[in-house]
T-cell receptor, first 116, second 114 residues
Framework: GAGVSQSPSNKVTEKGKDVELRCDPISGHTALYWYRQSLGQGLEFLIYFQGNSAPDKSGLPSDRFSAERTGGSVSTLTIQRTQQEDSAVYLC??????????????FGPGTRLTVL | AQTVTQSQPEMSVQEAETVTLSCTYDTSESDYYLFWYKQPPSRQMILVIRQEAYKQQNATENRFSVNFQKAAKSFSLKISDSQLGDAAMYFCAYRGAAGNKLTFGGGTRVLVKP
């Protein structure tokens, strides 16, 4: 079946602009994750959604970052007033369920964000 | 908080030879899961192998195997009969049994020489 898809593949924006990154998880997966991969910080957890539960936002670096998941499927990560330090690859992952060994996360190809 | 350390920024291996990547972690939890992911230039993270902490038997997936030493908090990956397609960044990752997020190491770049 289809894997996790993300769009756009690459995004170049100007400092101060807002951007939206999209993630389509694997069909049937109830858990969805966002991570950020940057040269200075490595791979960092940002946010996690599980079904209809309140998301775990503990990894969001500032209030400029937000995410939503509509209908338990597609997710959008929004970065407001982008800064140059937001430049990174944003990775989305999904898993069949939260917890347990079967909760292996499958990743999308990422969105490379460049803030000029 | 859990931490994952990969002490080798880069490893080089001759095609058909074996290479071992190191990973150590720090946790106070007794039950958890460990993973190795491969990230080729395409950026997509691909699961290589996974291990449950309560299992003493080391996981094996074809040419990939792990050496899991729970007491030492060590989780190394061995790639046997290395192929050109194995060239990539390899990340070790930890997840608590009750948790959700993955904590990643800094990665090891594997170069395969023909």
């Amino acid at each position: 079946g289809a894997g996790v898809s993300q769009s756009p593949s690459n995004k170049v924006t100007e400092k101060g602009k807002d951007v939206e990154l999209r993630c389509d998880p694997i069909s049937g997966h109830t858990a969805l994750y966002w991570y950020r991969q940057s040269l200075g910080q490595g791979l960092e957890f940002l946010i996690y959604f599980q079904g209809n539960s309140a998301p775990d936002k503990s990894g969001l670096p500032s209030d400029r970052f937000s995410a939503e998941r509509t209908g338990g499927s597609v997710s959008t990560l929004t970065i407001q007033r982008t800064q140059q330090e937001d430049s990174a690859v944003y990775l989305c992952a999904s898993s069949p369920q939260a917890g347990g060994f079967t909760d292996t996360q499958y990743f999308g190809p990422g969105t490379r964000l460049t803030v000029l | 908080a859990q931490t994952v350390t990969q002490s080798q920024p880069e490893m080089s291996v001759q095609e058909a030879e074996t290479v071992t990547l190191s990973c150590t972690y720090d946790t106070s939890e007794s039950d958890y899961y460990l993973f190795w992911y491969k990230q080729p230039p395409s950026r997509q993270m691909i699961l290589v192998i996974r291990q449950e902490a309560y299992k003493q038997q080391n996981a094996t997936e074809n040419r990939f195997s792990v050496n899991f030493q729970k007491a030492a908090k060590s989780f190394s990956l061995k790639i046997s009969d290395s192929q050109l397609g194995d060239a990539a960044m390899y990340f070790c990752a930890y997840r608590g049994a009750a948790g959700n997020k993955l904590t990643f190491g800094g990665g090891t770049r594997v170069l395969v020489k023909p």
